[in-house]
């Protein structure tokens, strides 16, 4: 029979997260109060990994983080082990560290490491996982764009900031008769932008699967006008292109460092519905305020199921695995599996059909 | 082949429910835009049926009522035709109306009955169709307890109502060293009790699915004062019992009248613990509050993909079933088997296994 | 020319109220930061002071709570030091042990103490002051009942959860064609309850300082019938009554234990509308939701306010005064003028003429 | 004795604000109701009086509107009568058109003017006013710039926007080890960026009142890092500057056109910070999130008074001046007084002197 687990790593990898300290919480409590076991909390992503920075965490360290945005153990985007900046002869140079990574955690006693991380973090779990670490991956991403879960944590409160922005623009354009566009995350995948956009009653969703033109666009919003309504709401994601500029899909490293660039694509369909219909315009980048605030319940929910699941996992030695919730189950999938590809919007999909048929444009 | 629908009916029947005006929004848009159909809207559900009280519904008046609670239709609890109360000589006596409300369909040119509801109204809705008349159902339930599909609208406001209770009674719980006794929705089936306590940090749950005794619930408190905490939350749903004491079940009736009886088991549930442990209690009734206000982003995409769904199959005539969320999908589902039972919290289940891992009592 | 002061302390009366937290911060940073001074921070109000439970609180302490409702050192409705409950020879008696705490003060090196709290809370400061010992006061009370500052931190909190409240119920009251009853806190004054109602549409507001007959009640429910209205909105204080009853002003005591009983005024305003209207009625009791959750921004602000105003009073060696909002400006208020009377509402002041100008009734 | 006013007509102009419509529901039922006057409701600020759009306004077309953002009136922010464009052979040209004003409201029997605006509408409502219009003002304006008044509707809202977006920035920027800087509005008066940052926690705050150096900006985050603290949290005003740099005051034109813009001194503050720090920085800009929303409780109360003491005022044919609050009364102010200077935060004051006391930084 298996030795029991008495010992498990814990690291929170990637951009900022709505959930992330409740994830911790019920890993934690799962494993103290249900296994006890201990677990070493490594402090900002793999780079407190590398370089030996971490503490025991108690009962006591996750009361009250339930509800609070951010973790407590830090994180960082920049901070893959196997491309690792490094410097060497005053110069920084890129190298593969994470054989160091093994060793701490084998000095440090840890049997298994916890990854809760998105696609980026995960990929780079897995890689560990092919050398030999036990890993268990939990997912997390805002973007919502990982194919093996429904869903992450993260998603729905990023989605309720999103909507609360429609809401607000909403009375402002039709009390004066103008275009809003909102700019949201979602540089792969619109699944923001079009739930957002579902749920605020947009005019227009423009997502990176589905290129646009400026005619097309603008059209809807002439057809607005023409039937009396003198204002209209575009919801943009990030990723958005016209058609024929093609998206630079940049995969294999961690979450990009900024996704919001000031005067990118939302700025542009604003100029571009300003000029060519004549009304005006307003654009509203989004920004960091979707990856910030207290979880929603459902991002609490699934974030403490899918902490509770990955600690029986390791309990039970099953290794190499991300939870991943397929309703109303939470079940393992293989990590290689699980990072084969983003999960984005299918055009012809059910949820695009809705959003067609009650009237909403996607300017193609 | 099939003649096309021209002409269909909607009502909204039942308890209130946020995201009943998302649903009629989504039906009168895709009827109209994507159908060039015509929906007539019936007041005040079967009342208005039977009554012959309806109005044609034209895309102005859905114009702006996406994010508002409660139903521009009206609803009523007390409306069941198959046994509607009519004075007869002086007395009240309840009769069969059924016949009245297929002949007013029919007067009024309406292919299709779209009927809005809970567990009472679809019974209903699948007894009408029984008698020959085309309906679809659109399930809606703030407690979850439908069996056929993974989710209803209403139920992810009511949860965040609940767990926003929880997070303000946590902190003048901690503050004043008490417990804080939390009574919620769900006569049958515990799941906001269930899902609130998980989100909002309870200590102790208790539901309808898992009989509780006094003893346990104390101990709970006791252990938890015991290890330095001086403060409990207990959320209660009101259909939870002591073990030993029977759950009176009343189904085939219409959403009862008044789920929130001052008095009720979250108060007998405070003054034993009070009683028991010594230790100031307080006991709030969240009650109505938890049908109201404006839907969370997923309960309006819910209402929507569902509004539309039942649209494209009246298109399709294919009449005779309830639309159901199988994640991801839409799907149909035969009336009969949609309401054969109800959807309670299984014991055994992960979500109560999670719950009970992190340390939730559950008085049993 | 005087010492300069090198250690106060501070404590936290009364019931729970959003902005205590802030209040604490701002006390432990003006003095450390600006002043050099040590805070040290009592435990559970005047129990703490009692009992000798008390720590010194550092910048680390504070740091994080700003945001959060309740209160880090503890609070307690029952701690008269004047009145405090002793067991004498196996009974439990009642003894003034005011010197007690003076002696504790003393030997902790306090050279003044900070209360923070309501009516009952400051008139136990003010005795403690003739006494001679250094007293500054911060009101405190979501009730808005002290007379001497324009408002004090934690009304806005309530009104803002009332106001929620007020919004959800509107929906359903309309969809079903109801009377939605909703009591809130204010027992002597009425202040939640009118405030409150304006801000959510109320159609009839009871407050202690009007007196009502439920004719007139049944009066302005039925004329908003007859005009068309089928539903209405009663906003209803705690202490409301019908004209002929007395009100029992229980002054002197610090706030009461429990301010929600069910079963209280709102249950009986609730039961006499259905059966004199006929219109089905439901009845919701806010209770302690009043007094938790995350402050507003206003209660953060003016706590953080008075909080380093205190400590430079402190500074200044000015004692025996509250300090108070003379709107802009935040001003010193001698404690036994600060106490001498509640607040009431005006009946015939300007927010009650324009309730009615507007069409609101007040059963009077 | 005066002949009593019948007839009045109501314009809404400047840019979006909280509260609009819940002065338009408190003039048309106070009124109505109160004194039995008809109000004519003006489309779109100035412009529909120059161009005669207008409507009578029911109980009926403001029942519902309280809770909600916008106005239903409709406004803009390019309609000056007294500077006007109109095209004259072929070319845009600016003209007087205000006898044409005059001459339209005699032609439609209004009696008195209430004009509800900021600063640039307050101050065209008192030309006319000098012309012999009857005018009466009610102020407005998110920035809460007005000297005359304690406060307007619409500022507590966009408080608690820009509050809500300081609390979501700050669990990333711990978490992450960044600085996070939010540009909020304010363009020459800083009160948002000052009470959104003490009711947030930011650490430094930034506002036209007082010119900053980024070295001193900078020194104050490095000083939080050598404590410990990884993070800060920078509050820009959108009219902040460097010492040095004028300030351009545009005064005298009605609310400009458009108060964000993208890569404004936010970014130039997040920029300068990054390079002279080398700690990650991120730039938010929240823009026109802050003008839209349900009005809070606070301003809904507010405008409701606001609009029922200028009814009041025309009853009594007090013409000329703007209602103002003048805690805790409604009084009526001159016009020419109340637009005669704008009111700005005091650098020596008590609320920045709080803010210093607890450790905020103001870059100067």
């Given at each position: ?84 900046p490094v410097v060497e002869g005053g110069k920084k140079v890129w ?270």
């Open positions: 029979m298996a030795l029991q687990v008495k010992k498990i790593a814990l690291l929170t990898g990637g951009g900022d997260c709505p959930g992330l300290n409740a994830v911790i919480r019920a890993v934690v409590k799962t494993a103290i109060r249900r296994y006890d076991m201990e677990v070493i909390g490594i402090e900002d992503g793999f780079s407190g990994l590398i370089q030996g920075r971490y503490r025991s965490l108690s009962l006591a360290d996750v009361s009250g983080i339930l509800p609070r945005g951010g973790t407590i153990l830090g994180t960082t985007n920049r901070d893959n082990p196997f491309h690792y190298r593969d560290v994470s054989d160091q990574v093994l060793a701490n955690l084998a000095a440090l006693g840890a049997e298994v490491l916890i990854v809760v991380g998105g696609d980026g973090s995960l990929k780079i779990g897995k890689e560990l996982f092919a050398k030999g670490l036990p890993v268990i991956g939990i997912p997390k991403t805002i973007d919502n764009d990982l194919l093996s879960t429904d869903i992450t944590f993260g998603f729905d409160t990023a989605l309720v900031t999103a909507t609360e922005a429609i809401d607000k623009l909403h009375t402002t354009a039709e009390s004066h008769h103008r275009v809003m566009v909102l700019e949201v995350m979602g540089r792969y995948a619109g699944w923001i932008a079009l739930e957002a956009g579902l749920a605020g009653g947009a005019d227009v969703i423009l997502i990176p699967e589905i290129p646009f033109t400026y005619e097309r666009v603008c059209a809807k919003i002439l057809e607005r006008r023409d039937a009396g309504k003198k204002f209209s709401i575009v919801v943009v994601a990030e990723g958005a292109r016209p058609q024929g500029e093609e998206m630079v899909v940049q995969r294999y490293i961690p979450e990009s460092a900024d996704p919001v660039r000031l005067g990118g694509i939302g700025q542009r369909v604003g100029e571009e519905i300003e000029a060519r219909t004549g009304i005006e315009t307003r654009v509203t980048v989004l920004g960091h305020l979707q990856r910030g605030g207290s979880p929603t319940p459902f991002d609490r929910i699934l974030a403490t199921r899918f902490g509770a699941a990955a600690v029986r996992l390791a309990a039970e030695r099953r290794f190499g695995y991300m939870v991943a919730l397929h309703t109303p189950r939470i079940e393992p999938v293989p990590l290689e599996e699980a990072v084969r590809e983003l999960k984005r919007v299918s055009p012809e999909g059910e949820l695009v059909r809705t959003a067609r048929d009650i009237g909403i444009g996607f300017g193609d």
